[in-house]
């Protein structure tokens, strides 16, 4: 039998030490490069840190507690005391900005993974396999966007109460269906490029190929699709708490601080400015930093 | 008088990651009814050096930095206004390009899309229009043409599409046409037929052809005169006769030996060491330097000059050949 | 190994067919045909030869070449390596004997993982038939393999985009040659590189076949670079073979009238020859295998077709010794050939 001289290897030939190597950069250093350069996505990313940590770390500040009611003191401007001023029933409006935003935030990243978990799991499996079961996996997905979501949500806190689980559930529930789409569309045009043909080739499991060949190479679009959808979570528990459908009061998310805000907008504007600029920057800065990370990712979709 | 002169054709790609010097100082000319080959591997610039031409490349990033590309001793088409331009293209000056299935509009009809640059630059009727573009169907060997021009692009074959491409360019009638890798995407047995079928039209039209090609093969089937290119610059121009059999560059000859010509027997093949050079840098010398087996120090000093004359029109860049140091007909015997 | 092993080819194929149904609606589709890509190709590779295959794009070669990769199981036929049917092996066994033969691909931009360097992609490769190596020995044989095809083993922690075509064509041939495979298939190799590079990686793959001697099916639609490289040469056309020959017999003296017509197609770099020679361009497009002409599938192109060529298909038959070609007319296309029955 003709063996190939490959094995083992001549001992002649020098091994490189490890420290002499060159170091490549991988595409996610060369993305991270890319998005240094952006300006915009920096400033977003900053300004989205310091809201982040402002929300996080500020209510063990304040010497004032969310549900704390100074009925006496009532609706007043900004002062030094109150930065931010207070609401009819005396509680500090940054206090309560920061306690919104955690539950506004913590909506917008746990809906976010519900439906990252969902979506990346459903469309890679609907992709992979392929062919009817594809098919009909897909056309599930049709007819769940097809139904109105406010229903949906009015019909499951009419079954389960409200609670704050129920909203990242909901929301989850409802979000995960575009990016099952997106996945699914990625992992299609993957499956047909010769590198995942080769790991077949060479024998790799399912498992291997699915894990360090296909997702490896598809996070990239999951992470901008992610990005995108905090902002877009956040804004649904925005509307529902609109309806009346999102967290209980005392506590208070953004949505109904801002829905709160607005029924007082002509007397105590202070009420609806300041946590309707926390919302928006948040918003903006996300979208520019899910944009920044598009282009970072992506370098052949942006132009120079 | 050349039919075109183009001098010092300079067009830069500005992008994120630097200055990509894509056309670097391009001169050539073309005379009424010849046929010119540019032929370069990949990233040489010999389709950007074509699509400069027509005001055909993306801007940003691409600018024409400086040059002159004068049609008929008259316009200047590098500086001509939007109007002039639209006038010439299509009309004066055609285009036909690499991908058949590509560039033809999917959603319109042959005929709509046939007569369109008639009604545009001649100003015929609808009905003499189409006649026009039934003649000039069948001039490409399409039969039934009556019939297969009310046929959709898809509905071709890859070889067909691209006579329809041909005849669409022709029918103005035009002074040049420019073909860019206009087989590339084909058959061969399909190419042949193709290739043939240029020659035959530019026969009868008088057209002069530019032909842009990375074959090697191509390019003596057709051509009366060679541009060589490499990273941006023309390498050597001269005749095919001179290019193939009295090559004045040691690209061009290191490019011949590489082809996996049908004549060598089972010998190993000859190989330009390294890769073309990145053309964000900035070049000093001859590019082809770091890859010449016959490069010497004042290759890339201040004397290196570019194209220059050699013998008569027959033209090299080649600092050693120029100076007389290198007699590449010597060393390869 | 008996006698009777070294004589019988390393790799055949008995009348292999790959077809593709071709179905209409989704949830209950219907059969409404089939694509005959491969449409029974019979071939047999002796052990260390280079067999060429050359074709026109949509003649099968590459659904052959991913059939006998078993990436496509065949509609019919048997595929023997060493005698042993690879179409009678289930998926599962399939796997574990991937290592025996190994494929390189047309695009080196897609055929290569972009997330993984060199060294991983490398390792993963080596680790198919030697799944305990790790440590320095892993870094040693990765190494010895970069150095084998020409990179610079310095280079090993780097990203595929961090290389040029011929380069990353490099990388590819080494994880191909990892896992100590037996037969090479290579789809069109050097199709996506320039000129100067594909000289390169032509005489890379001479000089490994040669010192590892391995078996190598070589695929590619240039006839020249398949001639300089081959051993033999099958020329397909529209999902069958038409005709096998060495190179030499193949570009000088082409029995079937389509290898003619594609031999006198290809353009010469050499201007005073292409001048002078009289070129057999043949009329029209080759035809879709959605719908292959009854009979020869080239009789509707071809100068030589009379009304018996529509009804049947030619079998490859030996009109010259070891010279097979399927043509019915060659006896009175090339007089004093093959008249002996």
Redesign the interface.
């Known amino acids: 039998m003709i063996r190939t001289t490959l094995s083992p290897s001549p001992d002649d030939l020098p091994v490189p030490k490890l420290e002499e190597l060159e170091r490549g950069s991988s595409l996610w250093k060369d993305a991270w490069r890319r998005l240094r350069q952006n300006r915009l996505a920096l400033i977003a990313l900053a300004l989205f840190t310091v809201i982040a940590i402002v929300c996080v770390l500020g209510p063990f500040m304040t010497p004032y507690g969310y549900e704390e009611q100074r009925l006496a003191y009532g609706a007043q401007g900004p002062t030094w005391e109150h930065w931010m001023g207070t609401d009819a029933l005396g509680r500090d409006q940054l206090t309560r900005i920061m306690h919104g935003g955690r539950i506004s935030l913590s909506v917008g990243f746990m809906a976010t993974a519900v439906s990252l978990v969902i979506g990346v799991l459903y469309g890679a499996t609907s992709a992979y396999i392929g062919g009817r079961t594809d098919a009909v996996m897909m056309r599930f997905v049709d007819i769940l966007y097809a139904m109105p979501f406010t229903i949906f949500v009015i019909l499951l806190t009419v079954i389960f109460g409200r609670s704050l689980y129920l909203i990242f559930i909901a929301i989850g529930a409802v979000e995960w269906l575009t990016m099952a789409r997106i996945v699914r569309g990625q992992v299609l045009t993957l499956k047909q490029q010769e590198f995942i043909e080769a790991a077949v080739s060479l024998g790799y499991s399912n498992g291997r190929i699915i894990l360090r060949h296909l997702i490896p190479n598809v996070v990239g679009p999951i992470i901008v699709y992610a990005t995108l959808t905090v902002p877009a979570v956040m804004l649904l528990e925005a509307v529902l708490s609109f309806l009346g459908l999102g967290v209980q009061p005392p506590m208070a998310s953004w949505g109904v601080l801002i829905n709160e805000g607005k029924d007082a907008m002509t007397v105590y504007p202070w009420l609806l400015f300041f946590p309707a600029l926390f919302f928006s920057l948040t918003l903006f800065s996300l979208n520019f930093l899910g944009d920044g990370l598009r282009d970072a990712l992506d370098p052949k979709s942006s132009k120079d | 008088m050349p039919l075109l002169e183009v001098n010092d054709l300079t067009t830069w790609f500005h992008m994120r990651d630097g200055i990509v010097r894509a056309v670097d100082g391009v001169s050539f000319t073309l005379d009424r009814g010849e046929t010119l080959g540019i032929v370069g591997e990949s990233g040489s610039g010999k389709s950007v050096s074509c699509y400069s031409l027509l005001d055909l490349i993306p801007k940003p990033p691409g600018r024409i930095e400086r040059g002159t590309a004068v049609l008929g001793g008259e316009v200047d088409l590098l500086r001509a206004p939007r109007e002039v331009l639209r006038r010439i293209r299509g009309k004066r000056i055609a285009m036909v390009f690499q991908d058949p299935m590509t560039s033809l509009n999917p959603y319109l009809r042959i005929s709509t899309q046939m007569i369109e640059p008639l009604l545009i630059h001649e100003g015929l009727g609808n009905r003499e229009a189409l006649r026009r573009a039934i003649e000039s169907l069948e001039e490409v060997g399409i039969h039934d043409a009556v019939r297969q021009i009310d046929l959709y692009p898809h509905q071709f074959s890859g070889g067909m599409r691209q006579r329809v491409m041909i005849a669409m360019a022709l029918i103005t009638h035009p002074e040049i046409l420019i073909a860019d890798e206009p087989t590339t995407a084909l058959d061969v047995t399909v190419q042949a037929q193709i290739l043939e079928l240029i020659k035959a039209r530019q026969r009868e039209l008088g057209t002069a052809v530019i032909y842009v090609t990375h074959d090697l093969g191509v390019i003596a089937g057709v051509c009366d005169r060679v541009n060589v290119m490499y990273a941006g610059t023309i390498m050597e121009s001269g005749t095919v006769d001179e290019i193939f059999y009295n090559s004045a560059h040691p690209y061009t000859q290191a490019l011949q030996q590489s082809i996996p010509s049908l004549h060598d027997k089972g010998k190993s093949l000859y190989t330009i060491p390294g890769a073309p050079p990145d053309l964000t840098e900035e070049r000093s010398g001859c590019p082809f330097a770091p890859r010449c087996a016959y490069e010497e120090a004042h290759c890339t000093g201040p004397n290196y000059r570019g194209l220059d004359a050699f013998r008569g029109r027959h033209k090299t860049a080649c600092l050693r050949v120029l100076e007389g140091e290198l007699n590449l007909k010597e060393e390869n015997r | ?1 008996s006698d009777g092993a070294v004589r019988s080819p390393f790799l055949a194929l008995e009348d292999v067919k790959t077809h593709f149904p071709v179905t209409q609606g ?2 209950f ?1 219907r059969r409404t045909g089939a694509v005959k890509a491969v449409d029974g190709v019979s071939l047999a590779i002796q ?2 030869e280079v067999l060429g295959l050359v074709g ?2 949509g003649c099968g070669k590459s659904t052959l070449s ?1 059939t006998i ?3 496509l199981r065949a509609s019919g036929g048997s595929i023997r390596l060493e005698g042993r049917d690879l179409c009678a092996v289930s998926m599962k066994q ?6 025996n ?3 390189i ?3 080196p931009y ?9 060294y991983d992609t490398i390792k ?2 080596i680790r ?1 038939r ?1 799944p305990h190596v790790g440590g ?1 020995a892993m ?3 990765v ?3 970069m ?2 095809v020409g990179l610079a ?7 595929p ?2 290389f ?1 075509g ?2 990353r064509q490099r990388i ?1 041939i080494a ?1 191909a ?6 037969l090479i298939l290579a789809d069109e190799p050097v199709s996506a590189l ?7 990686i ?2 890379l793959l ?1 000089k490994l076949t040669r ?4 078996t190598m099916l070589f695929i590619s ?5 398949v ?3 081959s051993h033999r040469i099958a020329v397909m056309y529209l999902g069958r073979i038409v005709e096998i020959g060495s190179p ?1 017999e193949i ?1 000088e003296k082409p029995l079937h009238p389509y290898t003619q ?2 031999v ?11 001048r002078t020679r009289r ?1 057999m ?6 035809p879709s295998p959605m719908d292959p002409p009854g009979g020869c599938p080239f009789h509707p192109r071809c100068p030589f077709a009379e009304a018996a060529c529509a009804r049947e298909v030619p079998a490859l038959k030996e009109y010259l010794p070891d010279r097979p070609a399927a043509c019915i007319r060659i006896p009175e296309i090339h007089p004093g050939i093959g008249s002996r029955e």
């Open positions: 190994m989704f949830l589709r052990r260390g026109e794009s991913r990769m078993q990436l399939i796997r574990r004997e991937r290592i033969f190994q494929m691909f047309q695009d897609a055929s290569l993982n972009p997330r993984m360097t060199v993963e490769a198919t030697h320095r870094i040693r044989r190494s010895s393999l150095d084998k083993p310095k280079l090993m922690r780097k990203y985009h961090e040029s011929g380069q590819a994880r040659l990892a896992p100590e495979p037996k320039d000129v100067s590079i594909q000289s390169q032509l005489n001479a010192e590892l001697g391995l639609h240039d006839l020249g670079v001639k300089y490289i030499r570009m017509a594609l006198s197609a290809i353009p010469f770099p050499d201007p005073r020859l292409e070129r361009v043949l009329e029209g497009d080759p």
